[in-house]
Nanobody
Framework: QVQLVESGGGSVQAGDSLRLSCAAS????????MGWFRQAPGKERDFVAA???????????DFADSVKGRFTISRDNAKNAVYLEMSSLKPEDTAVYYC????????????????WGQGTQVTVSS
């Protein structure tokens, strides 16, 4: 059974940076797509970023347009972990952020993912 545990959320000011971490256990996820989604109150869960395996030890990344240039995603397969570095945060980035793992395409849709964490709250004040 795969478990994903997010950490690193918190309350920050607009313009600040924050780093989210997701630790996986139960299975090695080096060939899985690792993604981040977020859900604001009263809204649907939206794609944020994903890092997907393309062969050998190479990964590509996808980002939502709203976070391109501000967020980066990285993974540490030795630790079975994925990270989301968020900079220039805006109040509209406020949401619960979820880590997910899956092996299907497309990477930007929630049904492509099989495993989900419980989420970590990010609040950005203006």
């Amino acid at each position: 059974q795969v478990q994903l545990v997010e950490s690193g959320g918190g309350s920050v000011q607009a313009g600040d940076s924050l780093r989210l971490s997701c630790a996986a256990s139960g299975r090695t996820l080096s060939t899985y797509t690792m993604g981040w989604f977020r859900q604001a109150p009263g809204k649907e869960r939206d794609f944020v970023a994903a890092a997907y395996w393309v062969g050998s030890n190479t990964y590509n990344a996808d980002f939502a347009d709203s976070v391109k240039g501000r967020f980066t995603i990285s993974r540490d397969n030795a630790k079975n972990a994925v990270y989301l570095e968020m900079s220039s945060l805006k109040p509209e980035d406020t949401a619960v952020y979820y880590c997910a793992a899956g092996r299907r395409q497309p990477t930007m849709t929630a049904p492509s993912y099989d495993y989900w964490g419980q989420g970590t709250q990010v609040t950005v004040s203006s």
